[in-house]
């Protein structure tokens, strides 16, 4: 049995709130599970996230896995006083995915620190075939104003 990692008072409209006018919006990234240690959101692979051949582009795959990363530590952390920011993500593309697809992220928690966090997604297609396995660093912070 996993640690709840995320209160219960977030909710999946929030978090897809949150990304109005963003870049999380520009590729039509959309939060669809929160459970006690999960996040899931998915992604279209089309015009907006496609590579010239009309394959996913890796790129894209990292938007969705440092999206899925950073929202899961902030919530995670869920202190006005402190914010977590990407120090670090590296990610293995292991399989491709066509124009038409929607592919889909999933991030658990591999270290929750004082100082970082660090942070493990999957990327799936709909057979929930293995597209990409990411991993973020977070770094912990104090909110500045």
Known sequence: MQKKVFPENVSLDRLNQMSKNT??????????????????????????TVQPFRLLHGGASVVLAETLGSVAANIYLNDNTKQCVGLEINANHLKSAHEGEVVEGVTQPLHLGRATQV???????????????????????DIRN
């Not at 870049?23 to 907006?48: Q, W």
């Open 23 to 48: 870049m999380v919006e520009h590729l039509g990234i959309e939060y669809v599970e929160i459970t006690d240690y999960s996040l899931r959101a998915k992604m279209p692979v089309d015009h907006r």
């Open 119 to 141: 942070w493990e997604i999957k990327i799936y297609n709909a057979k929930q075939e293995l597209l990409c396995v990411s991993r973020i660093t977070m770094a912990v912070k």
